[in-house]
């Protein structure tokens, strides 16, 4: 984003007089004064614990142009370009939605349980074949993360593609309000956040709340085969489906899972195999999800087979590293809920290892809620023996996990830990580099650290 300060007046409420510096530039916006380039527009928040206000000071002496300032915050600056707001967030929040539509790209919204980060990287990856694209970098994807993305967004951008996160309800509406997308698509409904939100179905309806802002002719694209989903939808949009499912828009004919990614193909072209980077059956599905919108704006099968070869991905979701000593890690250490881990876990013991042996590294999933104990013991039941060799946990929900995968894979097989120092200890005594390493836990449980360890103490 770049334009002078009165050029942001007009676009948002402004409380203050700013003649005396409206022709001020602002190249950019930042909220974090590590990461403040010079000519930022600064945006402090108020916080429960921090006031951003206390950081202006900071931000000047940075080279940031000006700064926004919440009027109930006493003492703004009087020799510095001050622009004075109700409320720092809803501002940042509002100018993003008017920048958007001002920039008017096509806009994909990408929200579910499970893959939306890595749905939005396919999604990038096959919209750069055909148009110039902005996307959500790293997590930023809440109510300052998701207006930061869009205020970042290059003018001539034709294509955004925005990955929207939930905690409780309402976010997802207020989200969707603000992007107003063209296309929206839900990977999935699964069990994260349940501890906020207590059912699935409550769960569903927070994700379909990305329709809230959808325009009047608008596609929501979504699994067939959820029906949470199903019998929620309206006829106020159009819609699509994946899944595996003849009825589905888009379905696959074949799969075939590999070390290195997935490759199939599908009603729409069953001649086209597509070779997708990421291992697992369910990327399938977050690739074909992928495919509707890009069939939409005109990209071709070809031009999919074509993106997914040299796609990007994001950090820690199912990336395979190899430290110096040979340990093969297949690196998931972002985030975990049931469903996901179940998939993961089967995909990884039917991965043909060559002969090495096959070990996990599980932490605990965050946010399950008074559910917690029952959904980690239902999470250990799709272990099989034989197809896992070692099983090593860390944190108190894994507890209940060890429970059933003791009595499939063995006691002596189960490693329980308290302490990521003692589970570092345990792995770097007993792991020889000849092994394949799945890690995965919620990101909160510092699992990547972990990961940083055996690549660097290996």
């Not at 929040?93 to 990287?121: C, F, H, M």
């Not at 107003?180 to 699935?200: C, F, K, Q, S, V």
């Not at 070869?309 to 990336?319: A, D, H, T, V």
């Not at 998931?332 to 590294?361: C, I």
Request: charged fraction near 25%; include cysteine.
């Amino acid at each position: 984003m770049q334009k002078t300060i009165a050029q942001i007046a007009k676009m948002i409420p402004v409380e203050n007089d700013i003649n005396a510096f409206s022709s001020v530039e602002i190249t950019g916006i930042c909220f974090d004064t590590r990461k403040l380039k010079q000519g930022d527009l600064f945006v402090p928040f108020v916080g429960e614990t921090r006031d951003g206000h206390t950081f202006v000071k900071q931000a000047i002496e940075m080279g940031a142009s000006a700064s926004f300032w919440q009027k109930d915050v006493p003492n703004p600056p009087t020799d510095f370009p001050i622009i004075l707001v109700e409320d720092t967030l809803r501002s940042l929040q509002w100018l993003a939605k008017k920048y958007i539509r001002e920039v008017a790209p096509k806009v994909i919204a990408i929200t579910g349980s499970n893959g939306k980060t890595t749905t939005k990287d396919i999604t990038a990856a096959i919209m750069a074949t055909k148009y110039r694209v902005h996307f959500t970098g790293g997590n930023f994807n809440n109510h300052i993360g998701l207006p930061y993305t869009i205020l970042t967004m290059p003018e001539d951008t034709e294509v955004a593609v925005l990955e929207m996160g939930m905690s409780h309800r309402h976010e997802i509406e207020e989200l969707s309000m603000i992007a107003a997308p063209d296309i929206a698509i839900i990977t999935n409904i699964g069990e994260a956040h349940i501890e906020y939100l207590g059912t699935r179905d409550e769960i569903a309806k927070a994700k379909m709340e990305i329709t809230m802002g959808l325009k009047a002719d608008g596609l929501l694209v979504y699994p067939y085969e959820e029906p949470l989903l199903s019998n929620k939808v309206t006829n106020e949009y159009h819609k699509e489906t994946f899944g595996k499912s003849h009825e589905a828009t888009i379905y696959p004919l074949q799969i075939n899972n590999q070390a290195d990614g997935t490759s199939f193909t599908t009603n729409v072209a069953p001649e086209v195999e597509i070779f997708v980077p990421i291992i697992g059956e369910h990327n399938v599905f977050n690739t074909m999800a992928a495919m509707i919108p890009a069939f939409k704006l005109g990209i071709t099968v070809d031009m999919v087979k074509q993106a997914l070869k040299k796609m990007e991905r994001s950090k820690n979701r199912l990336e395979w590293l190899t430290a110096s000593n040979g340990l093969r890690i297949l690196n998931d250490a972002y985030n975990s809920s049931p469903t996901a881990l179940q998939t993961v876990l089967k995909t990884f013991m039917e991965m043909d290892s060559d002969g090495h042996k096959k070990v996990a590294v599980l932490g605990d999933m965050l946010e399950l809620g008074k559910e917690s104990a029952n959904l980690h013991r239902a999470s250990a039941t799709v272990l099989q023996a034989g197809k896992l060799d070692q099983v090593y946990l860390y944190g108190d929900e894994m507890q209940a996990f060890a429970e059933i995968a003791e009595t499939i894979i063995g006691r002596e097989n189960v490693h329980h830990f308290m302490t990521k120092d003692d589970l570092k200890q345990a792995l770097s005594q007993n792991l020889t580099g000849e092994e394949w390493l799945l890690v995965k836990a919620s990101f909160g449980m510092g699992l990547k650290d972990v990961v940083e360890y055996l690549m660097t103490e290996s």
